[in-house]
């Protein structure tokens, strides 16, 4: 073994000389590279912060170079009337927007990683005035309106723990 921290959704290469391994590890909610030697006593070094779903990590040893595959999804929210129609694109940006609710009182609530971290956001039911509600730096998700639409619930995860329920006035 020559980790000893959790790694999760690791994929490897070695460096030219072979005197140490790149592993792509999740740090936060990022993948990213690292240098890790291997019989030295110097601890990993991040090479690069990556993004999302970092895969097929390979090294061009003769070039003193790494490759890899980085996917990006970018989900989205949209709206059609239950009559019929064009289906409009209500909530939307670089990165994953999902998870949504909508509440008595005309607000929607809905999961969005476009931070960095999955976080609860609200807005208006076209999608207008959009805002963050959320600042926990960790997983947040699932949110719910209450019958009344005032209140909101949601859970989050911080690593690899159990969920937390969160209640929240709007």
């Not at 064009?86 to 609530?109: C, K, N, Y």
């Amino acid at each position: 073994q020559i980790t000893s921290r959790r790694v999760s959704g690791a994929d490897l290469a070695w460096v030219d000389d072979g005197k140490a391994i790149v592993p792509s590890w999740l740090s936060g909610s990022s993948d990213s590279l690292w240098l890790h030697p291997l019989n030295s006593a110097q601890p990993p070094r991040r090479l690069t912060e990556l993004g999302q779903e970092v895969t097929g990590v390979r090294s061009a040893l003769k070039q003193n170079r790494l490759v890899w595959v980085s996917a990006l999804d970018d989900s989205n929210i949209w709206s059609v009337p239950l009559s019929g129609g064009t289906p409009r694109r209500v909530i939307f940006s670089a990165i994953r927007d999902l998870d949504v609710t909508a509440s008595s009182q005309g607000l929607l609530a809905f999961r969005s990683d476009r931070t960095g971290t999955p976080e609860i956001w609200i807005s208006t039911k076209d999608g207008g005035s959009q805002k963050r509600v959320t600042n926990l730096n960790s997983r947040a998700g699932s949110p719910r309106w209450s019958p009344d639409g005032r209140r909101l619930v949601f859970d989050s995860r911080r690593g690899e723990g159990a969920s937390d329920i969160f209640v929240m006035d709007c």
